[in-house]
């Protein structure tokens, strides 16, 4: 049991290090907000957004929310 806690925290601290790291190479809202406002939505960029990197990050950001919250929910009962 000791072995599976170390490698569960060893994990966490990646996420924790990835979620991090992801959320800081993320633009700000105020950026997305300004090519609202001079008609950049409508570029192709805009309606691809989910495409882009800022929507891969996006995506990779909820993914390790998800696993952040998980393991800290296991790591809490287990100790």
């Excluded at 790291?21 to 008609?39: F, H, N, P, R, Y």
């Amino acid at each position: 049991m000791e072995i599976l806690r170390f490698v569960a925290t060893i994990v966490y601290i990646l996420v924790c290090v990835g979620l991090t790291v992801v959320v800081l190479m993320q633009e700000g809202k105020q950026a997305g907000l300004t090519g609202v406002i001079s008609g950049a939505a409508e570029s192709y960029w805009g309606k691809n957004k989910g495409r882009s990197m800022e929507g891969a990050l996006v995506k990779i950001t909820v993914v390790l929310s998800v696993l952040f919250i998980g393991l800290s929910v296991v790591l809490n009962l287990s100790w």
